[in-house]
Structure formats: structure tokens, C-alpha cells
């Protein structure tokens, strides 16, 4: 098997489906996570799976989750998934599965961005801020800013669009506290795993970070961490300011679809098998630049 598509794990009830995993119930503590081979772009799922992106993705956050456990919890129970289905349904999930703690998701994305680019560009050419945060006159495409950005989002249903909200309305949302805390602690993600990134020539340009808490009420990081899906890989050998740098994550093939005449709703347009093929390469080669590794063979 070396793409997936959509899971079909009958042993466990289906708890959720999102734009990228599926989540089966295991019990009432814990959650089997599924990280499928869908794309998602502009928030739209496209039609075509991108081979082995779901066992990169989970082999990837992994190693994150590892190296960030001592800035905040994690949703990770270290429960072999292989454990909890049956012998039949082992080969969806190996690779691409973890079981992790069923925790209370807080409905809002936690974006970091160190870089202005993508929409924070387009932002700031029209009004001069990055969602609603003014910055200096005059910063250049791909430019890094003087400092990282915390710009919320709150959380769509699959099929729409995040919306970009304050950190105001993050406060009414859940409570100054809480709020407080996840801009912290997405600080403090993003500072460690760009220090780390840039040892292995890595510029992480901004990622999203997806929370919630405990039956205690304590915070974890959970869903994926500072992925090729999550997040936007620059190599810092060819970073120029001023231009688009290369990456090695998704961007490629949402410069593609940028390419189309697509209103950037349901359907998806297809995705050609050369922007597949390319698209699944990146992802393999992000997993080694940034962990060191190849994808462990099933």
C-alpha cells in the first residue's frame, strides 16, 4: 500500500474526519489518529492522494513532539496503534498512526509567522499590518520580521475557510488566560524548532500549532507539529529577500493552483501526475533535511 486516501478502520468507531486525518475512538481516555495521504489546499481537499505524505507527516511530527516535550505536553501516549486495531487493518495503519490522549480541542489555530510571505504579504501591501498588526514601512517579500507574529485563526469546518481573528477576539473566545498561555508557548515552539531547523539549513518562515486540554485543565500541543503541511520550509542556502524562496512543503502546489482559473472553493481541480510526483518528493526530503531520517519502511 503506498498511498491511502480515506481509512476504513472497522474495528473502532469513527470519531472525526478531517481535511488531512481520521480519528477513531479506541476508549474514553484515548484516540487512534490517522494521518491519511489527502492534500489539503486553500482549505479545500483535493481529489488525489500524495504517495506515502501521511506516513512522513506522522514520522515527522513525531520527531517534533520528541524534541519539544519539555516546552509543553504533548498528546502522544507512546501506544503502539498497531495494539488497538485488528491484524487486518495493521497495514492502514502502520506508519501513519499514533494513539494519543482524548483531550478538549481548543477551537482556534495558533499561527506563528517569522516571515512575511503568502497571505501576511498580500496583507501587508494592502494595509501596511499582518492581520490587524502594524509593521514598518518598507519590508521587502520573504523579509524576516523584527519579531515573530502571533496571528490567530478560528478553526472551519472541512470544506471552508480558517478565519483569520485578533488576539482580542482569541481573549473572548477562551479567556485572557488561556489565550495568553498558547500565544507563550507558540512562541517559544517556534523559536526552539527554528534554532534547531536552521542547524539542519532550514528557515521555518511560520507554522500552526493546534492545542487543547486535559480532564486538569493542562494545556497540549496536539494533531501535528511544525509538519510540511503545517508550516513553510525555506533552504537557507538559496533564501534571498525580495523573492519566493523554494520550499520544501505544500507551497508547491498551491503555486500551481495559483496558476488556475479556480475560485479556490469545492471542487478541487485535478492535480496533475508531475505535481504529484513532485509534491510527494519534497515531503520525503523535508522529512530527511529537517530529522536526519528516511521513511521507516512498512
Same mark, same amino acid.
Given at each position: 500500500?503506498?498511498?491511502? /486516501?480515506?481509512?476504513?478502520? $472497522?474495528?473502532?468507531?469513527?470519531?472525526?474526519?478531517?481535511?488531512?486525518?481520521?480519528? /477513531?475512538?479506541?476508549?474514553?481516555?484515548?484516540?487512534?489518529?490517522?494521518?491519511?495521504?489527502?492534500?489539503?489546499?486553500?482549505?479545500?481537499?483535493?481529489?488525489?492522494?500524495?504517495?506515502?505524505?501521511?506516513?512522513?507527516?506522522?514520522?515527522?511530527? #513525531?520527531?517534533?513532539?520528541?524534541?519539544?516535550?519539555?516546552?509543553?505536553?504533548?498528546?502522544?501516549?507512546?501506544?503502539?496503534?498497531?495494539?488497538?486495531?485488528?491484524?487486518?487493518?495493521?497495514?492502514?495503519?502502520?506508519?501513519?498512526?499514533?494513539?494519543?490522549?482524548?483531550?478538549?480541542?481548543?477551537?482556534?489555530?495558533a499561527v506563528v509567522r517569522g516571515y512575511i510571505i503568502g497571505t501576511g504579504w498580500?496583507?501587508?501591501?494592502? *494595509?501596511?499590518?499582518?492581520?490587524?498588526?502594524?509593521?514598518?514601512?518598507?519590508?521587502?517579500?520573504?523579509?524576516?520580521?523584527?519579531?515573530?507574529? @502571533?496571528?490567530? $485563526?478560528?478553526? $472551519?469546518?472541512?470544506?471552508?475557510? =480558517?478565519? #483569520?481573528?485578533? @488576539?482580542?477576539?482569541?481573549?473572548?473566545?477562551?479567556? $485572557?488566560?488561556?489565550? #495568553?498561555?498558547?500565544?507563550?508557548?507558540?512562541?517559544?515552539?517556534?523559536?526552539?524548532?527554528?534554532?534547531?531547523?536552521?542547524?539542519?539549513?532550514?528557515?521555518?518562515?511560520?507554522?500552526?500549532? +493546534?492545542?487543547?486540554?486535559?480532564?486538569?485543565?493542562?494545556?497540549?500541543?496536539?494533531?501535528?507539529?511544525?509538519?510540511?503541511?503545517?508550516?513553510?520550509?525555506?533552504?537557507?542556502? +538559496?533564501?534571498?529577500?525580495?523573492?519566493?524562496?523554494?520550499?520544501?512543503?505544500?507551497?508547491?502546489?498551491? =503555486? /500551481?493552483?495559483?496558476?488556475?482559473?479556480?475560485?479556490? *472553493?469545492?471542487?478541487?481541480?485535478?492535480?496533475?501526475?508531475?505535481?504529484?510526483?513532485?509534491?510527494?518528493?519534497?515531503?520525503?526530503?523535508?522529512? @530527511?533535511?529537517?530529522?536526519?531520517?528516511?521513511? +521507516?519502511?512498512?
Open positions: 500500500m503506498t498511498a491511502l /486516501y480515506a481509512t476504513s478502520i $472497522a474495528s473502532l468507531p469513527l470519531l472525526a474526519k478531517g481535511k488531512v486525518r481520521d480519528t /477513531y475512538i479506541v476508549d474514553d481516555k484515548t484516540l487512534l489518529m490517522m494521518t491519511t495521504d489527502r492534500l489539503s489546499a486553500f482549505d479545500v481537499v483535493m481529489n488525489e492522494p500524495i504517495t506515502d505524505k501521511g506516513r512522513v507527516l506522522n514520522q515527522m511530527s #513525531n520527531f517534533w513532539f520528541d524534541l519539544l516535550k519539555d516546552v509543553v505536553p504533548n498528546h502522544l501516549t507512546g501506544i503502539d496503534p498497531l495494539t488497538v486495531v485488528t491484524p487486518a487493518e495493521a497495514l492502514q495503519v502502520k506508519g501513519r498512526s499514533v494513539v494519543v490522549k482524548r483531550l478538549k480541542p481548543i477551537m482556534v489555530e498580500k496583507d501587508y501591501q494592502a *494595509t501596511g499590518s499582518v492581520c490587524g498588526i502594524a509593521l514598518p514601512a518598507g519590508l521587502q517579500l520573504a523579509e524576516k520580521l523584527p519579531e515573530p507574529l @502571533f496571528t490567530p $485563526a478560528a478553526k $472551519a469546518a472541512v470544506g471552508e475557510h =480558517d478565519e #483569520n481573528i485578533t @488576539f482580542e477576539q482569541v481573549v473572548e473566545l477562551i479567556g $485572557a488566560d488561556l489565550a #495568553n498561555q498558547i500565544r507563550t508557548v507558540s512562541f517559544e515552539l517556534y523559536r526552539k524548532a527554528s534554532e534547531y531547523a536552521l542547524t539542519r539549513g532550514i528557515i521555518i518562515a511560520d507554522t500552526k500549532f +493546534e492545542f487543547g486540554l486535559d480532564d486538569d485543565g493542562v494545556l497540549h500541543v496536539m494533531d501535528e507539529v511544525l509538519t510540511a503541511d503545517s508550516s513553510r520550509y525555506w533552504p537557507a542556502d +538559496e533564501y534571498q529577500v525580495g523573492i519566493s524562496p523554494p520550499s520544501f512543503d505544500k507551497q508547491f502546489v498551491r =503555486d /500551481y493552483l495559483e496558476t488556475l482559473a479556480w475560485d479556490k *472553493t469545492p471542487p478541487a481541480p485535478a492535480l496533475p501526475a508531475q505535481i504529484i510526483e513532485a509534491t510527494a518528493a519534497k515531503y520525503r526530503e523535508a522529512l @530527511f533535511k529537517i530529522t536526519g531520517q528516511t521513511l +521507516e519502511a512498512l
